[in-house]
Nanobody
Framework: VQLQAFGGGLVQTGGSLRLSCAAS????????ISWFRQAPGKEREFVGA????????YYADSMKGRITISRANAENTVFLQMNSLKPEDTAVYYC????????????WGQGTLVTVSS
């Protein structure tokens, strides 16, 4: 069971980036696939999540209006579309899977670095 996050890179302030989280090794029926980020010297923070089966989405208040999380079930992939990026969005972004009815993330991707230049 693996999650692989990719798509990070260098982008200018105000730009957009789409990250991908590819799942392999199992199906994630009813799981929540979440995105987290961790900036240098800061704690990891929740960005948003999507329910794999129902498609319901949840976003951190700090990111609402600038991000969209979607999924492509046939490709076993979840996407994080980020717009109007700011330098403070610079961080390593991770995806993780949480089974239904638990609060524990059982599977984590390796992270992808997003750098927003001013």
């Amino acid at each position: 069971v693996q999650l692989q996050a990719f798509g990070g890179g260098l982008v200018q302030t105000g730009g957009s980036l789409r990250l991908s989280c590819a799942a392999s090794g199992r199906t994630f029926s009813n799981y929540y696939i979440s995105w987290f980020r961790q900036a240098p010297g800061k704690e990891r923070e929740f960005v948003g999540a999507i329910n794999w089966s129902g498609g319901g989405t949840y976003y951190a208040d700090s990111m609402k209006g600038r991000i969209t999380i979607s999924r492509a079930n046939a490709e076993n992939t979840v996407f994080l579309q980020m717009n109007s990026l700011k330098p403070e969005d610079t961080a390593v972004y991770y995806c993780a899977a949480r089974p239904p009815d638990t609060k524990v993330y059982t599977t984590w991707g390796q992270g992808t670095l997003v750098t927003v230049s001013s």
